[in-house]
């Protein structure tokens, strides 16, 4: 079974940058599509980005496109998620997990399994 956690997150005003990490233990993850994920007090789960087991393929969630960029490090078994130009509104814990299912699109979070203990954003005005 995998394990995973995150670490990077912190306070920083709006216009600044971020840079979330996500590492696994356990068992090798660079099969996997991996997902990042937020959830803000009151609000579901919401997709922020994924990227494919190569690392060849992303996805963003129209929110944050153009702003934050998803990586991977396969050898290191760890996924990145950079975040520039932050808004108040993205304000969540962030949360890594890879896709184990296949029923749906890769935004749902009924896809992903495995998920770590997240990691606070908090961007202020």
């Known amino acids: 079974q995998v394990q995973l956690v995150e670490s990077g997150g912190g306070l920083v005003q709006a216009g600044g940058s971020l840079r979330l990490s996500c590492a696994a233990s356990?068992?090798?993850?660079?099969?996997?599509?991996m997902g990042w994920f937020r959830q803000a007090p009151g609000k579901e789960r919401e997709f922020v980005a994924a990227?494919?087991?190569?690392?060849?393929?992303?996805y963003y969630a129209d929110s944050v496109k153009g702003r934050f960029t998803i990586s991977r490090d396969n050898a290191k078994n760890a996924v990145y998620l950079q975040m520039n130009s932050l808004k108040p509104e993205d304000t969540a814990v962030y949360y890594c997990?890879?896709?184990?299912?296949?029923?749906?699109?890769?935004?749902?979070?009924?896809?992903?399994?495995?998920w770590g203990q997240g990691t606070q954003v908090t961007v202020s005005s």
């Open positions: 997990a890879p896709r184990v299912g296949y029923r749906t699109t890769i935004s749902s979070s009924y896809e992903y399994d495995y």
């Open positions: 990227i494919s087991a190569s690392g060849g393929s992303t």
């Open positions: 356990g068992r090798t993850v660079r099969s996997y599509t």
